[in-house]
Nanobody
Framework: VQLQASGGGSVQAGGSLRLSCVASGIIFNLNAMGWYRQATGKQRESVAL???????IYADSVKGRFTISRDNAKNTLILQMNDLKPEDTAVYYC??????????????WGQGTLVTVSS
């Protein structure tokens, strides 16, 4: 299983970035997919989630600015980040979760991609 995240970079406040996560080795459309981030000295936190049923869940801090989407045909998860703020600076990770009745949850993490927002 591999989750390959990309798209991070440095941007000024108010700018935009688009993160991508390409998955291999999983049945993508059966997985809940999510973006998480970890700032220096802080715990990893959930940013946006996309369930296998198509629901989207956002952290309050990013609502209205970030949009999560998925292309099941391309096994790709996207995070469009607009109006970025310095407090969005973090390493961003994608994660997959597979829930199957009678089986333990199967979780995989991608490597992180660094997002730096300057004021």
């Amino acid at each position: 299983v591999q989750l390959q995240a990309s798209g991070g970079g440095s941007v000024q406040a108010g700018g935009s970035l688009r993160l991508s996560c390409v998955a291999s080795g999983i049945i993508f459309n059966l997985n809940a997919m999510g973006w998480y981030r970890q700032a220096t000295g802080k715990q990893r936190e959930s940013v946006a989630l996309s369930t296998d049923g198509g629901d989207e869940i956002y952290a309050d801090s990013v609502k209205g600015r970030f949009t999560i989407s998925r292309d099941n045909a391309k096994n790709t998860l996207i995070l469009q980040m607009n109006d970025l703020k310095p407090e969005d600076t973090a390493v961003y990770y994608c994660k997959s979760d597979l829930y199957m009745l009678g089986h333990p949850k199967s979780t995989h993490w991608g490597q992180g991609t660094l997002v730096t927002v300057s004021s």
